[in-house]
């Protein structure tokens, strides 16, 4: 049984002055792909604790289809947009499943 899903880890470097701006946008960005896009199973976000302005994500998406289709959305585009001159750095990886899980617990 192949692997459909898309997992993408990203590495971003963000203007210092610009990263309280940009932790509203990403928080954004990611409620909204969460909410309306049924493809978009993960996205996690981590700021570095030493280098605040050093994010790393997890992106985690149903097929190749459910990540174009993420692409093309309006508030994903909104987001590039008004991050763009925000962001110093970054860097893609393609990635494949090992382990993907989760709890249902909450904490």
């Known amino acids: 049984m192949t692997d459909s899903r898309v997992i993408r880890m990203a590495?971003?470097?963000i203007d210092p002055r610009a990263l309280d701006d940009y932790k509203r946008l990403l928080a954004e960005e990611i409620d909204l792909s969460l909410e309306r896009e049924p493809g978009?199973?993960?996205l996690e976000a981590a700021s570095l604790r030493?280098?605040?302005?050093?994010?790393r994500?997890?992106?985690v998406y149903a097929?190749?289809?459910a990540y174009q289709a993420h692409l093309k959305t309006e508030h994903f585009?909104?987001?590039k947009a008004a991050t763009?001159?925000?962001?110093v750095s970054l860097r893609l990886i393609e990635a494949?499943?090992?382990r993907i899980g989760n709890s249902s617990r909450k904490s």
Do not use: C, G, K
């Open 11 to 13: 590495e971003i470097e």
């Open 40 to 42: 978009v199973l993960q």
């Open 50 to 55: 030493d280098a605040p302005h050093l994010f």
């Open 57 to 59: 994500l997890l992106e």
């Open 63 to 65: 097929s190749p289809e």
């Open 77 to 79: 585009l909104a987001y």
């Open 84 to 87: 763009a001159a925000m962001v």
């Open 96 to 98: 494949d499943a090992l």
